[in-house]
């Protein structure tokens, strides 16, 4: 908007009508006073000031407008009818005037000048915007680096107050960072010294940053110029930057002790269950024979059978046992033959019916299914489907057991009870080494062992497994194991 200011009203209609013609809006002032007070209410971006004028002339008011931060830059174009006076000339400048024009006025002239003054303040004021808009990135910048400088040393702090070996590298694996415990097994090489036995530590660092997400390794270290490795536990965690991985941060982890504790209870687990198993072999053997001595009304055949089914139950656990030592220690071996998977079945179901009479079990569907897998581990897997069937469903007697082809190529085993079921929490977990239910904990006997033992069994047949379940309505357990196309022998 532009102000024009003159204490001749006929002059004010004239410029007015002038520049309002060529598009410019436009506001008048009939004095100095009556100006300031506008300018201070509104924005200008050029003010036309007549020099002479009573009480306040233009140059008093235009000296007053530099003074305020508001005008200080709005160029003025004083309308004077004196000669262009050097003086006059000097004083208009000092006091922020940027332009004269003479009168009487030639339009020509008064647009040409306006027109530059008007663009100059517009290009002026965009550029005091920008100049804004850039100190306030810098600023903002400034800030984000200092913070991101913040970041850096409290994570460097944090890995240097954990008692881990711990650094950072680059997406190329190139090491950035390392802690202070990083020198005790580095020396003065770059690297730390893994074991013979084990990819050196660069070909590690290939293999994490090959790695999509989270990399866990275990390895072996020994301090420079010693001899006793210790188990370490690697873990890598990759920092993105607009979905790239951009770096890794990583531990190591002393898990010597841990390593150590669990081979000694393996070592144990293995040593009793072996030691265990010997004499219960003969006990069992002992009072088979006097069984076979009594006669059917003997009074004490009872206790003997009783004794019998208890010694069953201690084999089993110590089965479950060995089996665990075997998984542990890599020593679980399967004997592969082919074997129809429907014999199979109807052996487990006849097995289980003997041992268990009160509960109905009930065979659904069939397969001409051919298997090429260890025929008594996958028995041991349906039997302990089967009895945990029995086991947690102490009140609903029937177990349907069902076999159906899902492709050609795969054959699916399920075992469905109306027991006791299992929450969606925990069916996650029920394959796990050690799991039992809340429940189970409560009401039944059990190691939570049989279950890891078969979904390993499972693995080494390239089987896949699972279960279905609702509390208080059942569990389905299924098997799916894929059938021998070509027979290997
Ligand atoms: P165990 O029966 O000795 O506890 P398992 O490994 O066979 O060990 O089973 C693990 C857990 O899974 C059980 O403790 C029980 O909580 C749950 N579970 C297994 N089978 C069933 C089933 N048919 N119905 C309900 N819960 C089951």
């Given at each position: 908007?532009?102000?024009?200011?003159?204490?001749?009203?006929?002059?004010?209609?004239?410029?007015?009508?002038?520049?309002?013609?060529?598009?410019?809006?436009?506001?008048?002032?009939?004095?100095?006073?009556?100006?300031?007070?506008?300018?201070?209410?509104?924005?200008?971006?050029?003010?036309?000031?007549?020099?002479?004028?009573?009480?306040?002339?233009?140059?008093?008011?235009?000296?007053?407008?530099?003074?305020?931060?508001?005008?200080?830059?709005?160029?003025?174009?004083?309308?004077?009818?004196?000669?262009?006076?050097?003086?006059?000339?000097?004083?208009?400048?000092?006091?922020?005037?940027?332009?004269?024009?003479?009168?009487?006025?030639?339009?020509?002239?008064?647009?040409?000048?306006?027109?530059?003054?008007?663009?100059?303040?517009?290009?002026?004021?965009?550029?005091?915007?920008?100049?804004?808009?850039?100190?306030?990135?810098?600023?903002?910048?400034?800030?984000?680096?200092?913070?991101?400088?913040?970041?850096?040393?409290?994570?460097?702090?944090?890995?240097?107050?954990?008692?881990?070996?711990?650094?950072?590298?680059?997406?190329?694996?190139?090491?950035?960072?390392?802690?202070?415990?990083?020198?005790?097994?580095?020396?003065?090489?770059?690297?730390?010294?893994?074991?013979?036995?084990?990819p050196s530590f660069p070909n590690i660092l290939n293999e994490m940053i090959h790695q999509k997400d989270v990399f866990e390794k275990e390895v072996r270290m020994a301090k420079p110029g010693q001899e006793s490795y210790r188990c370490f536990l690697l873990r890598a965690a990759p920092s993105y930057k607009e979905g790239k991985i951009k770096s890794w941060t990583a531990t190591f982890t002393d898990i010597e002790e841990q390593k150590q504790s669990s081979r000694r209870k393996d070592e144990?687990?293995?040593?009793?269950?072996?030691?265990?198993?010997?004499?219960?072999?003969?006990?069992?053997?002992?009072?088979?024979?006097?069984?076979?001595?009594?006669?059917?009304?003997?009074?004490?055949?009872?206790?003997?059978?009783?004794?019998?089914?208890?010694?069953?139950?201690?084999?089993?656990?110590?089965?479950?046992?060995?089996?665990?030592?075997?998984?542990?220690?890599?020593?679980?071996?399967?004997?592969?033959?082919?074997?129809?998977?429907?014999?199979?079945?109807?052996?487990?179901?006849?097995?289980?019916?003997?041992?268990?009479?009160?509960?109905?079990?009930?065979?659904?569907?069939?397969?001409?299914?051919?298997?090429?897998?260890?025929?008594?581990?996958?028995?041991?897997?349906?039997?302990?489907?089967?009895?945990?069937?029995?086991?947690?469903?102490?009140?609903?007697?029937?177990?349907?057991?069902?076999?159906?082809?899902?492709?050609?190529?795969?054959?699916?085993?399920?075992?469905?009870?109306?027991?006791?079921?299992?929450?969606?929490?925990?069916?996650?977990?029920?394959?796990?080494?050690?799991?039992?239910?809340?429940?189970?904990?409560?009401?039944?006997?059990?190691?939570?062992?049989?279950?890891?033992?078969?979904?390993?069994?499972?693995?080494?047949?390239?089987?896949?497994?699972?279960?279905?379940?609702?509390?208080?309505?059942?569990?389905?357990?299924?098997?799916?194991?894929?059938?021998?196309?070509?027979?290997?022998?």
């Amino acid at each position: 908007m532009i102000l024009i200011v003159d204490d001749k009203k006929e002059n004010l209609l004239s410029l007015q009508s002038l520049l309002s013609s060529q598009g410019y809006p436009v506001e008048t002032a009939v004095n100095g006073e009556e100006a300031l007070r506008k300018v201070l209410q509104s924005t200008y971006g050029l003010i036309i000031l007549d020099v002479q004028m009573p009480v306040m002339d233009g140059f008093e008011v235009a000296e007053m407008l530099s003074g305020f931060s508001k005008t200080r830059d709005v160029p003025i174009i004083f309308l004077s009818a004196l000669n262009v006076d050097k003086k006059y000339i000097t004083k208009g400048y000092r006091s922020g005037g940027i332009d004269y024009i003479t009168k009487p006025i030639d339009p020509d002239i008064l647009l040409l000048k306006v027109d530059t003054l008007y663009k100059l303040y517009e290009q002026k004021r965009e550029l005091n915007r920008m100049q804004i808009l850039l100190q306030q990135e810098v600023e903002f910048r400034k800030k984000a680096q200092q913070e991101s400088h913040e970041n850096a040393q409290q994570l460097r702090a944090i890995l240097e107050s954990i008692p881990q070996i711990a650094f950072s590298c680059s997406r190329e694996g190139k090491i950035e960072y390392s802690n202070t415990h990083w020198q005790t097994y580095t020396g003065n090489s770059e690297y730390p010294e893994l074991h013979p036995d084990e990819p050196s530590f660069p070909n590690i660092l290939n293999e994490m940053i090959h790695q999509k997400d989270v990399f866990e390794k275990e390895v072996r270290m020994a301090k420079p110029g010693q001899e006793s490795y210790r188990c370490f536990l690697l873990r890598a965690a990759p920092s993105y930057k607009e979905g790239k991985i951009k770096s890794w941060t990583a531990t190591f982890t002393d898990i010597e002790e841990q390593k150590q504790s669990s081979r000694r209870k393996d070592e144990f687990l293995s040593v009793a269950s072996h030691e265990l198993k010997t004499p219960l072999t003969s006990i069992k053997g002992y009072i088979q024979l006097l069984e076979r001595t009594l006669t059917d009304d003997c009074p004490g055949r009872l206790y003997v059978e009783r004794s019998l089914l208890q010694i069953q139950k201690l084999d089993s656990l110590i089965a479950d046992l060995l089996d665990i030592s075997r998984i542990e220690s890599g020593r679980m071996k399967l004997h592969r033959t082919n074997f129809p998977l429907d014999a199979l079945v109807r052996r487990a179901v006849e097995l289980m019916q003997q041992i268990s009479p009160d509960y109905q079990f009930k065979i659904d569907g069939e397969s001409d299914a051919v298997l090429y897998g260890d025929e008594m581990r996958l028995e041991q897997v349906l039997l302990n489907f089967l009895s945990n069937a029995v086991k947690y469903s102490p009140h609903q007697k029937e177990v349907l057991v069902s076999i159906t082809t899902p492709d050609k190529n795969q054959v699916k085993v399920s075992v469905a009870d109306q027991g006791i079921g299992i929450n969606k929490t925990d069916q996650q977990s029920v394959f796990d080494k050690f799991f039992r239910s809340e429940e189970s904990i409560r009401n039944f006997q059990g190691l939570g062992l049989g279950l890891y033992i078969c979904a390993d069994l499972l693995q080494r047949h390239e089987g896949s497994y699972g279960v279905t379940s609702e509390p208080g309505k059942g569990s389905t357990f299924h098997f799916i194991l894929p059938i021998n196309t070509t027979n290997p022998n």
